[in-house]
């Protein structure tokens, strides 16, 4: 089972970014992502399983969305009006249960993280 992640990048205070994350070895009920920036314990991002249910993270909902493919087994973030503190490490994250959760030992799978750092 292998998640790859991809997308991040620099971009300038108030940009966009699109992370994508493909998942192969089997489906998943919930796909999500969290953050880590440096200095600070992993945070969660979003989340959505596959019946459409979706959960954000408040310091970001109305800026980010995500979604996902089930057919190619991808889960897509965009990332809009980004701010200087959304500079982190991203991962992908999957877990067998369509029950979507914030916390991150809940689990199961991670990708290998892709840096999305914006400029102030």
């Known amino acids: 089972v292998q998640l790859q992640a991809s997308g991040g990048g620099l971009v300038q205070n108030g940009g966009s970014l699109r992370l994508s994350c493909a998942a192969s070895?089997?489906?998943?009920?919930?796909m999500g992502w969290f953050r880590q920036a440096p200095g600070e314990e992993r945070e969660f991002v979003a989340a959505?399983?596959?019946?459409?249910?979706?959960d954000y993270a408040g310091s970001v909902n109305g800026r980010f969305t995500i979604s996902r493919s089930v057919a190619k087994d991808t889960v897509y973030l965009q990332m809009n009006s980004l701010k200087p503190e959304d500079t982190a490490v991203y991962y992908c994250?999957?877990?067998?249960?369509?029950?979507?959760?914030?916390?991150?030992?809940?689990?199961?799978?991670w990708g290998q993280g892709t840096q999305v750092t914006v400029s102030s």
């Open positions: 994250t999957a877990r067998g249960t369509i029950v979507l959760s914030t916390t991150a030992a809940d689990y199961d799978y």
């Open positions: 070895g089997r489906t998943f009920g919930t």
């Open positions: 959505m399983n596959w019946r459409g249910t979706t």
